[in-house]
């Protein structure tokens, strides 16, 4: 079964500053999709960046970009210029065969002036 | 914008009360979810459903069961409520082809049995 591991159950980033966020997950297909989400405070949870396995090009959406090391099976989010309205939960999740998804634990990320 | 609504935000219900929580995507989505989370667990998986009247469990099934009679109406029953069901319920939607397998969610619903 996939597993998919946030090692930082908190992290915080003064505002301005650029923060990384760890997920690391297994398993033994080949096609698959990683995914982060964000839950900010009392407000649902919305997708942040999507990346394909058989993409090698790390996917990027404006302030968000990840680093994808599939051999290493990593997939990293990193938060440019960080922003009051990033904070919140922080989701890493795992896609393969099937439709389902699966999270990991999350990570609380505040951003502090 | 796909919109997924859950019923209520806020639900308190007594043990043993058979409890109904509702969730309604209005995008045609073909799969529905229904998860839990729980601080420290993050979300779990309780059942989905890739059509009307079709379902699969999840990781976590047990003390629950769902309905969905209507392609865009997915209910998760309670049949009789217990304290260590108290948690954060969300219900999520997406397209199911590969390459629109996004999910969006609900906003969520805070249930609490005494």
């Known amino acids: 079964a996939q597993t998919v591991t946030q090692s930082q159950p908190e992290m915080s980033v003064q505002e301005a500053e650029t923060v990384t966020l760890s997920c690391t997950y297994d398993?033994?297909?080949?096609?698959?999709?990683l995914f982060w989400y964000k839950q900010p405070p009392s407000r649902q949870m919305i997708l942040v960046i999507r990346q394909e396995a058989y993409k090698q090009q790390n996917a990027t959406e404006n302030r968000f970009s990840v680093n994808f090391q599939k051999a290493a099976k990593s997939f990293s989010l990193k938060i440019s210029d960080s922003q009051l309205g990033d904070t919140a939960m922080y989701f890493c999740a795992f896609q393969g065969g099937s439709e389902k998804l699966v999270f990991g634990k999350g990570t609380k990320l505040t951003v502090n002036p | 914008d796909v919109k997924v609504t859950q019923s209520s935000r806020y639900l308190v219900k007594r043990t043993g009360e058979k409890v109904f929580l509702e969730c309604v995507q209005d995008m045609d989505h073909e799969n529905m979810f229904w998860y839990r989370q729980d601080p420290g667990l993050g979300l779990r998986l309780i059942y989905f459903s890739y059509d009307v009247k079709m379902k699969e469990k999840g990781d976590i099934p047990e003390g629950y069961s769902v309905s969905r009679e209507k392609k865009e109406r997915f209910s998760l029953i309670l049949e009789s409520a217990s304290t260590n069901q108290t948690s954060m319920y969300l219900c999520a939607s997406s397209l199911g082809l590969p390459a629109k397998n996004i999910q969006y969610f609900g906003a969520g619903t805070r249930l609490s049995v005494l």
């Open positions: 398993t033994s297909e080949n096609n698959y999709y």
